[in-house]
């Protein structure tokens, strides 16, 4: 059973993205963060198998985040579910080695980046 960890700070987003997960990954644990502070929290001691992060937060930004995500958990893929779709910002995610999936999200990226290890959407 896969955990998911959803992070951004608009909860309408973090219910949509929990329910494509939920349709494509039933059986998936998912935890849910407002905040990069509060995703860090969440997870301490905890087997994250893939995390969808938002760029844009309060305090620290997603990028920030996966930077401490993936030194704190070597084995997660992480993927920026984002509406700045500026060249700057998926360049930094893809050098961390995330997906990019701009917002809204396509069932197709999600699903791609959830159920295929080895492809990356966008």
């Given at each position: 059973m896969p955990t998911i960890l959803?992070?951004?700070?608009s909860r309408v987003a973090r219910l949509s993205l929990r329910r494509l997960v939920t349709a494509l990954v039933p059986d998936a644990t998912i935890i849910e963060a407002a905040s990069a502070d509060e995703a860090?929290?969440?997870?301490e001691g905890v087997s994250v198998d893939r995390a969808l992060i938002d760029?844009?937060?309060p305090g620290r930004d997603g990028l920030q985040l996966a930077e401490e995500l993936a030194a704190g958990h070597p084995e997660i893929r992480m993927a920026m579910v984002t509406a700045n779709i500026?060249?700057?910002v998926a360049g930094r995610a893809r050098a961390l080695g995330m997906s990019f999936i701009a917002k809204p999200p396509r069932q197709e990226d999600?699903?791609?980046?959830?159920?295929?290890?080895?492809?990356?959407a966008g």
């Open positions: 959803i992070v951004d700070d860090a929290v969440a997870v760029f844009n937060m500026q060249d700057a999600l699903s791609d980046f959830l159920l295929n290890a080895g492809k990356d």
